[in-house]
């Protein structure tokens, strides 16, 4: 049974940093790509970042190019999410997600989830 599990949210000021982690494990993920997405209230879920398990190759959503960085640990089986200089519509659930193949800017093709870590940014 494949299990993400996010940590590392919580309450931070604007200009601030979040280190989000995202254990992942019940199956092999050297074949696999893996999302951050986030979702605020009352508005749809969206990409943040994504990166190939295998090739380390990244891709990020305009609104935090630059400020956000995805990584990943193979020895940990783990992906991160580096935020800095956070801005108060970074405020959202964040979740981890895993789909099989290439990484992928919508949402609806990953089939792994995490349950979410808050994030907010207060001014």
């Known amino acids: 049974q494949v299990q993400l599990v996010e940590s590392g949210g919580g309450l931070v000021q604007v200009g601030g940093s979040l280190r989000l982690s995202c254990a992942a494990s019940?199956?092999?993920?050297?074949?696999?790509?893996m999302g951050w997405f986030r979702q605020a209230p009352e508005k749809e879920r969206e990409f943040v970042a994504a990166?190939?398990?295998?090739?380390?190759?990244?891709y990020y959503a305009d609104s935090v190019k630059g400020r956000f960085t995805i990584s990943r640990d193979n020895a940990k089986n783990t992906v991160f999410l580096q935020m800095n200089s956070l801005k108060p519509e970074d405020t959202a659930v964040y979740y981890c997600?895993?789909?099989?193949?290439?990484?992928?800017?919508?949402?609806?093709?990953?089939?792994?989830w995490g349950q979410g870590t808050q994030v907010t940014v207060s001014s």
């Open positions: 990166i190939n398990w295998s090739s380390g190759s990244t």
């Open positions: 019940g199956r092999t993920f050297s074949n696999c790509a």
């Open positions: 997600a895993g789909r099989p193949g290439i990484m992928q800017s919508g949402w609806t093709s990953y089939i792994y």
